[in-house]
């Protein structure tokens, strides 16, 4: 059995380790508190950013680029930034919510919530009040990065939302 002193230093010993693993806690509680308030987001502290988009062996990265174009009342259509219809949401969610929203991979039809909000955005952006529809093309390309060109382009996939 440990004698008195022995034990009070263990005693102490956690204490201190106990500390800082409680300082180093509530360091990230507020890192992450903060890492949601603030914009842009403070990488890399908590959230790492991937490594997906990296150039392979030739020298190239697949992407895919996005445009859309709203249609008008008068049989006309305009190009507009997708970025911009994006703008008020964080930089890491805006484009996983175009995505899920008007990409390919979008579930369906939109809410009238979700419309309503999207027609809202769209006018904005646009400046236009006679916006009928908003079509998104999604392309995939291969980009060269050591000339930063697009090498090779697939088929546009258009997603179209009725305003």
Known sequence: MPSRSERRR??????????????????????????FRISPEPYPVIRMPGFQSAAGRDGTVKTTLVHAEVDLADGSNESIDPSALMEPLRFSTALPTLNFVLGSEGEGELSEEATEWLKDRVRTVSGRDDVTSLRVCWEPVTIDISTAQVADRGACEWKTVRL
């Open 10 to 35: 263990l005693f102490t010993r956690r204490r201190v380790h106990l500390w800082i693993v409680g300082a180093f806690v509530c360091f990230l509680a507020v890192q992450g508190f903060l890492s």
